[in-house]
């Protein structure tokens, strides 16, 4: 294989190769069940698995395995071989129909929040037939769904599914009373772009922050940051492009049409954007990619960091999850239509998403929430943790002329009225540039950009579809029992436009003066993680998810708790690490080249009284000062972080996590960094921010 086109997609079981191998009524029958999401019948789940297994041991593949995302965030995967006994002794290779579509991991360590009881603590996964199954690292991987034997989700793929179907029930009623009645299925459509660090391996080797917690959680800044805005370093660059080739080549192998690229803003850090595709997919897409990048990394020497913040003073990394819905006729409906009624069923779906993102603020701030990402919403980085939407002047314009019923002053001078006239055109460029809004318009779709770099995208898309299928749910009730369609259209989106507007901003999200005018408006600034996570359960939101059937009260609860005890963990091994860090390696360290000042200091002093002393006495001085200073923030630290682990409710240890422990890594922090800029670089216990981000 040769050509980029040749490999695109080889280790994929999908419809050109399912077309090939498999019998004509099989792979008809098959299809609809892809399709329409129908259940599939045992003696076709045969030939499939049976089709499936000859491809993958062409493909010299001896295991398969049921892939699947639990609630850690990362996916899961148990190997079995094909390997069957038979009956003289030998073996053969089987895999059966049984085995494709369902699965019985030995799961009961996966979080699931009180969701299984202990004598049923085994779920089990089946096959999601939306997703093509594909050979990676040489073992067939099953898409799969997981869930408890009383049939809760303990996955982040059940519930975006449901989602998906929620908002294709709603969307579906919409349309067709647009009269686009051949639409026979509606998708959301997602393309994550996905930013990363890369550094050198063997400086990673020797920092135990970023081995146990993938941040470094001391270090004091470079000399030279991302001012320059010049971004990367001669040494590491043929490294990192021979990287970047090889991550494409795996990722095209199966199916998923990355592009890696640098991107300037910090040192050492870049970015992977895909062409977009529907969402459940996307959603897996990022997965693999997340485990690639990783893995890949490694045979270059590299460690790929998918942190929200490894480094402190430069940009962390996030994910935009860009959005969008499209017909199975090929219409995006997030683009502006050349006729009336095309514009009126844009402007219809622009306020079904404009209303969602006003009323459910608190659940799409929630879905980006985690230790991790604090250090990014609300931490004077992009983007702040209020949520606003950015459409642009021109769109933003339309709408107050909608609203007002006045006329709009761009290129016609018509009173603007919904399905009847035109939408004055606005070039697409002129929509967004704007960077710092964490939900913008992009022309035909959205752009949410507060994920967090590390996190799946499932939490996010699964709001998201909810959300907006909640309210074309609401517009298609009033709609379809309207008297007059044209009235009751122009009245809905004017009175949506004039009771939601509050959360379109155009403006500069990061000014200060934008949390004033936010707080004013009545938009919710929820600044951390367990700020934001109790929203969850808040009335409106169980009745949202409950009513679209996506969560049932007990999922919500026990993703809530998942999601809280994740934050804690993460900062408990957080201040843990930091402890040991500072025990064992920075305070022997500076302590050790204080006695050597000081031999310095007496042995200079022994030649006599007239050779200088004065750098060696002063630095003594202040190192042992501010080892002093440490020790007792170390001090403080261990007992805090000890305190916490007695706290028996977790809402209560999340918020004492936040309010004492964090407080406390901080100032030990201040004290370490001031260390390293006056101790000998060759004596510090571990690789300098200098040799992480340039090499040196
Ligand atoms: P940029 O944000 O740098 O301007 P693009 O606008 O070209 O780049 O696209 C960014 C991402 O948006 C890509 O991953 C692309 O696949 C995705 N995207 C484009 N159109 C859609 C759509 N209709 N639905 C979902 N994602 C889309
Ligand atoms: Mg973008």
Redesign the pocket.
Known sequence: MSTAAEKFGSMVFDESVMKERLPKETFRQLQRTMKDGRSLDINIANVVANAMKDWAIEKGVTHYTHWFQPMTGITAEKHDSFISPDVDGKVIMEFSGKELVQGEPDASSFPSGGLRATFEARGYTAWDPTAYAFIKNGVLCIPTAFCSYSGHALDKKTPLLRSMQAINRQALRVVHLFGNEDVKSVK??????QEYFLVDKKYYEERKDLIYTGRTLFGAPAPKGQELEDHYFGTIKSRVQAYMKELNEELWKLGILAKTEHNEVAPAQHEL?????TTNI?TDHNQLMMELMQRIAKKHDLVCLLHEKPFEGINGSGK?N???I?TDTGI?L??PGDTPSENAQFLLFLCAVIKAVDEYQDLLRLSAASAGNDHRLGANEAPPAVISMFLGDELTEILKAIENEESYDGKEKELMRVGVHVLPKFPKDST?RNRTSPFAF????F?FRMLGSSASISGPNVILNTAVAEELKQFADILESADDFETALHDLIRDTIRDHKRIIFNGNGYDDAWLEEAEKRGLLNLRTTPDALPCFLHEKNVKLFTSHKVFSEEEMQSRYEIMMENYVKVLHIEALTMAEMAERDILPAVSGYAHSLTDTVLAKRSLGAEIDTSYEYSTVKKISSLTASAYEKLETLKRVASEAGTISDFEKEAFYYRDMVIPAMDALRGDMDLLETMTDTSVWPFPTYGKLLFGI
């Not at 959301?188 to 772009?193: K, R, Y």
């Not at 954007?273 to 595709?277: K, L």
């Not at 992009?442 to 779709?445: A, P, S």
């Open positions: 959301t459509t997602v393309g994550p772009e954007a895909p062409i977009f595709t996307a935009h860009n959005w969008s499209s995006n997030l683009e967004d992009t022309g035909n779709k752009e």
